[in-house]
């Protein structure tokens, strides 16, 4: 007898061989994903990666509310790079309007998203350590994280989600002290993190668990359209802070940093190399920065965007960030797509893990930087 | 008595009060200059929006124009041409082969992100592939915008109705994902793609595809 299915349903047949696995929804970690992953024995036959546990239409949001109300929701994908995500949001607005940003504005805001860069990667490496069941790489970094947050709640005056870039600037100046802060704690932050590479980095099992596992190679690093760490992993110098640099970024001096291997040891190192860039960044960029002067440009009240699109992109923790905004001369947008890293990393998982051993599953699956929510939008 | 002058004395204060509102706001007989002559008064600014000064094509952008029009002629249709933009539309029959060329001989090679645009009142629904290139040092600010466009159905039936157009998955691999969002956001069917299945939308969603703009968000 044969069975009418509603749409999107399969009937499945069992192998006594294969053994099918759901790893998940429950994350440990972040936002819930689920893998489908079939094993025999302790080999991966098969993953099928099954995300949407938090998928919560940020897009269609967008498209109810005006140009500025569209902000403190359009940071939800990643509260931990909330600047980052903001950022092609705020470029992509001005474009479309025709506003100039003040010079000092630029510089805060590249602080403002290097800074997040840091406390998303410090989260993604405490997480990572728990993983491996390395517990102290948990407690460091979750704890080094302070500072930065610290550092963005008084620029911001909130912990975690900041709204802090607006479209036209910032939404405020920085305090008085805030220079001589930062660099003091980026100071201390460069001195400890460099402790990181004893206790995780050079870890004989660490090293075991990840070197020459779940190989990306380069061509397919390109061919699967990867962004970010994953990508640089794999050999190709990529990086949207350097190949299409935004607001002040040609300005500042920094590398980016690239690695052949394409294993998981190299995916997990990418990021952790990437905070010493981000230091860089940020005592260049408190050294440049014009000292005074105004950091928002005053916006219409309600704006209306004219009939035409634009796509703009970013560099986040997670690779690049683009926006495509679709305008029809309304106050709110037509149409908004976030294109984000995650999403576009997640095509790795099932290439990555056939024929991986299943302990070595969350070395590969949390390498690729991958953010549930924020793939999920 | 005293209750009365109370009485008055409110009365007497709505009056001023829509008095004062009258005064503010915009009466209904105005023509449009006047009411643009109306609200410069009171210090509010109609001029557009988006100030619209026409800017220079950049030559870089131009000559791969150049090269894609050249071989495809009228099939396709130049939208813009920007710093670093460039946009393209192009029939649904035409999409591979054009996609092919952008390959081989534009050398861009992956997807950065493919988005579905619903227009209701044209009755179509718009696709953007998005292109960049990590091979080509030339191309590493380029974003290439391919569109087309898709009939659209009032009742929708995805997989089994009209809107449906070739995959690119064959050409771009990097769009298998991006490709099932779609069909499941806005309908839109892609023939070849080996695995069109539901992504991020629950297995038993039983509404409309939602990103399309008759699904509503309740109390909105």
């Given at each position: 007898m044969t069975t009418q299915l509603p749409p999107g349903m399969h009937l499945e047949t069992v192998d006594d061989k294969i053994m099918t696995l759901n790893v998940g929804p429950q994350h440990p970690g972040s936002g819930h994903m689920r893998l489908i992953i079939k094993v025999d024995g302790d080999y991966i036959v098969s993953c099928d990666p099954d995300p949407g546990y938090v998928h919560r239409g940020e897009e269609k949001m967008a498209e109810y509310r005006n140009y500025i109300q569209n902000i403190p929701h359009l940071e939800r994908p990643v509260i931990h790079d909330s600047s980052n995500i903001l950022y092609p949001y705020c470029l992509g607005v001005e474009e479309l309007l025709g506003i100039e940003v003040p010079e000092r504005a630029k510089y805060i805001r590249v602080i403002a998203a290097e800074l997040n860069r840091c406390v998303y990667i410090l989260y993604w490496l405490a997480i990572y350590g728990i993983f491996l069941g390395h517990s102290t790489m948990f407690m460091w970094p979750a704890g080094d994280r302070e500072l930065f947050i610290d550092l963005l709640e008084a620029m911001s005056g909130a912990r975690v989600t900041h709204a802090y870039l607006v479209p036209g600037g910032v939404r405020n100046d920085l305090p008085s002290n805030f220079e001589e802060r930062c660099?003091?704690?980026?100071?201390?932050?460069?001195?400890?993190?460099?402790?990181?590479?004893?206790?995780?980095?050079?870890?004989?099992?660490?090293?075991?668990?990840?070197?020459?596992?779940?190989?990306?190679s380069r061509t397919d690093a390109?061919?699967?359209?990867?962004?970010?760490?994953?990508?640089?992993?794999?050999?190709?110098?990529?990086?949207?802070?350097?190949?299409?640099?935004?607001?002040?970024?040609?300005?500042l001096d920094f590398q980016t940093v690239v690695m052949k291997e394409g294993d998981s040891y190299a995916r997990s190192r990418i990021p952790y190399l990437e905070m010493f860039e981000s230091c860089?960044?940020?005592?260049?960029?408190?050294?440049?920065?014009?000292?005074s002067g105004s950091v928002r440009t005053k916006l219409k009240p309600n704006p209306k965007?004219?009939?035409?699109?634009?796509?703009?992109?970013?560099?986040?923790?997670r690779g690049a960030i683009g926006y495509y905004i679709v305008s029809n001369n309304r106050p709110e947008p037509y149409r908004v797509k976030i294109s984000v890293g995650s999403f576009r990393n997640l095509i790795?998982?099932?290439?990555?893990?056939?024929?991986?051993?299943?302990?070595?599953?969350?070395?590969?699956?949390?390498?690729?930087?991958?953010?549930?929510?924020?793939?999920?939008? | 008595m005293s209750s009365g002058t109370e009485k008055d004395e409110v009365k007497d204060t709505t009056e001023e009060h829509s008095a004062n509102s009258d005064d503010t706001s915009r009466p209904d007989s105005m023509s449009k200059d006047e009411a643009i002559k109306f609200y410069e008064t009171k210090g509010l600014d109609l001029s557009p929006d988006v100030p619209t000064k026409p800017k220079p094509i950049p030559e870089f952008?131009?000559?791969?124009?150049?090269?894609?029009?050249?071989?495809?002629?009228?099939?396709?249709?130049?939208?813009?041409?920007?710093?670093?933009?460039?946009?393209?539309?192009?029939?649904?029959?035409?999409?591979?082969?054009?996609?092919?060329?952008?390959?081989?001989?534009?050398?861009?090679?992956?997807a950065e992100s493919v988005s579905g645009v619903d227009y209701p009142d044209s009755r179509e629904i718009e696709v953007v592939y998005h292109l960049g290139s990590y091979t080509d040092e030339k191309l590493g600010r380029q974003i290439f915008a391919l569109a087309t466009r898709v009939p659209r159905?009032?009742?929708?039936?995805?997989?089994?109705?009209?809107?449906?157009?070739?995959?690119?998955?064959?050409?771009?691999?990097?769009?298998?994902?991006?490709e099932r969002e779609c069909f499941?956001?806005?309908?839109?069917?892609?023939?070849?793609?080996?695995?069109?299945?539901?992504?991020?939308?629950?297995?038993?969603?039983?509404?409309?595809?939602?990103?399309?703009?008759?699904?509503?968000i309740k109390g909105r």
């Open positions: 660099l003091r704690q980026v100071a201390y932050f460069e001195k400890r993190l460099k402790e990181y590479e004893d206790i995780f980095y050079q870890n004989p099992l660490l090293k075991a668990r990840t070197e020459g596992s779940g190989i990306l390109i061919r699967l359209g990867t962004t970010g760490s994953v990508l640089r992993a794999s050999g190709v110098d990529f990086d949207v802070r350097k190949k299409e640099p935004y607001d002040v970024y040609e300005n860089r960044i940020i005592k260049d960029a408190l050294k440049k920065m014009p000292k965007g004219g009939n035409d699109e634009v796509y703009r992109r970013v560099e986040s923790g790795c998982m099932p290439y990555l893990l056939k024929g991986e051993k299943l302990g070595n599953m969350p070395a590969v699956y949390w390498g690729l930087n991958y953010w549930p929510v924020e793939a999920d939008r | 952008e131009k000559s791969m124009a150049d090269k894609i029009s050249s071989k495809f002629g009228d099939a396709i249709h130049i939208d813009y041409i920007r710093s670093d933009r460039i946009r393209v539309t192009t029939k649904r029959e035409n999409i591979v082969d054009v996609a092919k060329f952008i390959r081989d001989e534009l050398r861009y090679d992956h159905e009032d009742i929708p039936n995805p997989g089994s109705d009209t809107t449906r157009m070739p995959s690119l998955r064959d050409v771009f691999y990097s769009v298998e994902f991006h499941e956001m806005f309908g839109v069917y892609f023939e070849g793609h080996p695995d069109m299945r539901r992504l991020l939308l629950p297995e038993d969603w039983a509404d409309i595809p939602p990103f399309r703009k008759d699904f509503k």
